[in-house]
C-alpha cells in the first residue's frame, strides 16, 4: 500500500485569498475600498497615448510588447487605478487565422477580405495564440512583472464569438449587422462553425493570457445584444457563448463577462457563465444586479459620457452608482462602456479620488 502523505497539498495560487481589492471584489470578498478600473482606460483621451500614436500605428503598439506595456501602465501611474488591462484591441487573434485587419484613422477597423461564402468560413485557421499573439502575451509578462510589487492585478481579453463574427462578416464596425444576420439565418451549418473556430481559438487565447500571468479575463460581447433579439440570440449567440465560458473557467481566474445592450435578456447572457457580470449603463445598477442575482459579483455602471459633464454632475452620477451597489461585496466600480476621446483626464483623477474617500473603511 503506498503510504500516505500527512503534508498538505502547496496552495495553488486560485486557492490563496487574494490581497488586491480588485481581485476580492471579483470573489464577492470583502474589500476596503472598492475598487475601480475603466473600460478603455489607455487612449486617445491622454495626450501621452496620443504622442505614442503618432510614432506608431495600432498594429505596431500591439504587436510591440514594451510599447503595449508601456500604454497599459500609463493609466495606472497617472490615477492609481486598481487593474490594469493589457493593451490591444479584440481584433488581432482574427489575422492568425486568415483575415486581414487594419485600423485606418478616422475609420475604425477593416478586414480587407471579409467573410462571404460558407468555403470561407472553412478556410479560416485556428493556429495557437502562442503563436499568433505572442507579442501580446509578452506584454502580459512585462506588466506582471512591473506591478506584482504593486499588487495591481493584470486582465487579459478576447472578443466573444458573435462580435467577432460581425467584423469577420461585414468587414468593419456596422449599425444594423444586416450581412451578418443574413448570413447566419441563410448558412445556419456554416454560422455554427464559424462560431465554433472562434470559440476554439478565444478559449485558447484566453488560457494563454493566463498562462502568462493575467489575473482576470474579461470577455467582451459588444454587438450580439444590438444585433439581435432573445429569441435568436438564445439560438444562435448563447450556446457558443456557454462553451467559450466553460473551456475558459479552467484558467482558475475571475472571468468577466461583459455583454452590451442585451438588456432584453439580461439574465440570460449572464446565464452563459463567468464569474462576474459587467453591466452596461442602460439600466441603473441595483435594478440590473437584482436581475443577474446578488449572489454574482457585478461590474459597472457608469455612462462614460457623465465623464464629459461638470464634476457636480459627475460625482452625483458616481455616488447614485455607489448608493445602488449599497455596499454589497462584489462591486467592481467602472463605465459602463469604453471612455470616449473627449474625456478630460482630470475628471478620471477625481473619479478615483472620490471612490477612494467614499468607500473606504
Ligand atoms: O480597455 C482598454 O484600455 C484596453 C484596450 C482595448 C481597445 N479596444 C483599444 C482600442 C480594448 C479592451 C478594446 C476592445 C474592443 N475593440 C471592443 C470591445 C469593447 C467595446 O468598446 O465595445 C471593440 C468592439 C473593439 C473594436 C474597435 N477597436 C473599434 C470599433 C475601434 C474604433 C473605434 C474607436 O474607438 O477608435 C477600435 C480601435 C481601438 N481599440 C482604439 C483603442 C485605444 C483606438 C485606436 C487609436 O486610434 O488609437
Redesign the pocket.
Known amino acids: 500500500m503506498a503510504e500516505q502523505s500527512v503534508a498538505e497539498p502547496a496552495a495553488t495560487e486560485e486557492e490563496v485569498e487574494p490581497t488586491a481589492v480588485f481581485l476580492r471584489a471579483c470573489r464577492g470578498l470583502p474589500v476596503e475600498r472598492t475598487p475601480v478600473w ?7 483621451y491622454q495626450p501621452a ?1 496620443r504622442a505614442i ?1 503618432g510614432k506608431h500605428s ?1 498594429l505596431e503598439v500591439i504587436r510591440t510588447p514594451e510599447l503595449a506595456a508601456q500604454v497599459t501602465l500609463l ?1 495606472i501611474d497617472s490615477f492609481g487605478l486598481d487593474a490594469a ?7 488581432p487573434p482574427l489575422v492568425g487565422m486568415g483575415l486581414d485587419l487594419d ?1 485606418v ?1 478616422g475609420d ?2 477593416r478586414i480587407g477580405n471579409p467573410i462571404s461564402t460558407t468555403r470561407d468560413v472553412d478556410l479560416l485557421g485556428a493556429p495557437p495564440a502562442e503563436e499568433t499573439m505572442a507579442g501580446t502575451l509578452e506584454a502580459i509578462r512585462i506588466v506582471r512583472r512591473e506591478l506584482e510589487p504593486r499588487d495591481v492585478p493584470v486582465i487579459g ?1 478576447a ?1 466573444a464569438p458573435f ?1 467577432l463574427a460581425s ?1 469577420a462578416i461585414e468587414g468593419g ?1 456596422s449599425k444594423d449587422f444586416t450581412r451578418t444576420k443574413a448570413f447566419m439565418l441563410s448558412e445556419p451549418a456554416a454560422w455554427k462553425r464559424l462560431l465554433g473556430k472562434l470559440v476554439t481559438v478565444q478559449a485558447d487565447y484566453l488560457l494563454a493570457q493566463a498562462a502568462a500571468g493575467a489575473q482576470a479575463l ?1 470577455v ?1 460581447d ?2 450580439a445584444g444590438r444585433a439581435l433579439g432573445r429569441e435568436d440570440y438564445l439560438r444562435y449567440v448563447a450556446p457558443h457563448n456557454r462553451e467559450l465560458y466553460a473551456k475558459v473557467a479552467a484558467a482558475g481566474v475571475p472571468v468577466i463577462n461583459f455583454s ?1 445592450g442585451v438588456s432584453a435578456y439580461l439574465a440570460e447572457a449572464a446565464g452563459c457563465g463567468g464569474d462576474v457580470v459587467g453591466l452596461d449603463w442602460s439600466l441603473p445598477l441595483d435594478e440590473a444586479w437584482e436581475r443577474v442575482g446578488f449572489e454574482r459579483p457585478v461590474q459597472g455602471n457608469l455612462d462614460p459620457v457623465a465623464l464629459l459633464a461638470p464634476w457636480r454632475e459627475l460625482r452625483f452620477r458616481i455616488d447614485d452608482v455607489l448608493d445602488r451597489a449599497g455596499g454589497r461585496p462584489g462591486h467592481v466600480f467602472n463605465v459602463g ?2 471612455l470616449t ?1 473627449q474625456t478630460p483626464e482630470d475628471n478620471v483623477r477625481r473619479l478615483v479620488e472620490h471612490l477612494r474617500e467614499r468607500t473606504s473603511t
Not at 488591462?85 to 481584433?91: A, G, N, P, R, T
Open positions: 475603466l473600460l478603455r482606460q489607455a487612449g486617445r497615448y500614436r495600432m493609466p488591462i493589457v493593451f490591444s484591441d479584440i481584433l485600423f484613422k475604425g477597423p481579453f472578443g462580435t467584423y464596425t474579461q467582451f459588444s454587438w452590451l462602456h469604453g476621446p
